[in-house]
């Protein structure tokens, strides 16, 4: 039976490089200059480059997925709630918060998040999964 609490430990990820950032861009095909191009991100009002939060949400689904398995994932939602900067340090956690058991599966609500070493959150999501027993 899966309990409701953290299912595994927090991931910690870090810090970013703009390096980073120019890697996922170029995977995507976004090469939206603002990310890697420290003028461009100062001239529209940015002290500098900053994350692409698709990126960091990537790691949080997989930090889910990997526990319960990629074959699972039935929903997950994210939202982007602070920027995340050149030499940030992210920690990814994850807490079950419901569970319902059918008489096929176990379908697990979590709750994640990205959270900078600063204590504000990056990013905010909800993942369900439905694993059968």
């Known amino acids: 039976m899966t309990q409701l609490g953290a299912f595994r430990a ?15 861009q170029g995977a995507s095909g976004d090469m939206n200059p603002i990310h890697h191009d420290a003028e461009f991100a100062r001239a529209a009002g940015f002290p500098t480059v900053f994350a692409v939060g698709m990126r960091q949400a990537g790691v949080l689904a997989a930090f889910a997925a990997d526990h319960f ?43 994640l998040r990205a959270t900078r070493q ?12 439905e694993i059968p027993r």
């Open 10 to 24: 927090p991931l910690v990820e870090g810090p970013l490089t703009v390096t980073d950032f120019v890697r996922y």
């Open 69 to 111: 398995g990629p074959d699972h994932v039935r929903r997950f939602d994210v939202q982007f709630r602070a920027i995340a900067w050149p030499g940030d340090i992210l920690t990814y956690t994850g807490e079950i918060t419901a569970v319902e058991e059918t008489a096929s599966h176990t379908v697990c609500t979590v709750a």
């Open 118 to 129: 600063t204590g504000e959150v990056h990013l905010a999501g909800t993942a369900v999964f």
